[in-house]
């Protein structure tokens, strides 16, 4: 009898350690944080190719999906460009990586721990003070 192989439409989501993370954005990958703007400007990864895409909203009821997501991320990265997507602590990240790799997006990794663990390992930040 043959055996019947099933395949999962789910695309396999990588994650890389902040260690890891720090020398792909060093090199070749973007970093897509996708934190609010609020907590992007209270501090973020220190790199020259970083973009800030919310991937939720905070609102009176909760957090809430931004419809535009994959838009906003289509309108300044290609699907063939190396991204880090980042958030919090790791698990905004996850689902917008989910998002863009069931998009199409071929090079999608999400840093595990998110800017915390970053924070933690005394890994350059960036604080943008508003005067």
Request: glycine share 6%; net charge negative.
């Amino acid at each position: 009898m043959g055996s019947i192989e099933i395949q999962s439409s789910e695309p396999e989501i990588v994650t890389v350690d902040v260690l890891a993370a720090k020398s792909l954005i060093q090199t070749t990958h973007v970093y897509l944080d996708v934190r609010t703007a609020e907590e992007f400007q209270k501090g973020h990864v220190d790199s020259d190719k970083i973009i800030n895409i919310a991937y939720m909203f905070n609102t009176p009821e909760g957090r809430v999906k931004n419809p535009d997501f994959l838009k906003e991320v289509l309108s300044l990265c290609k699907k063939e460009d190396h991204l880090i997507v980042g958030c919090q602590s790791g698990v905004r990240s996850v689902y917008a990586t989910v998002d863009l790799l069931a998009e199409g997006f071929k090079d999608v990794s999400n840093m595990g721990g998110g800017y915390l663990d970053w924070v933690k390992k005394e890994f350059p930040v960036k604080i943008h003070v508003t005067k």
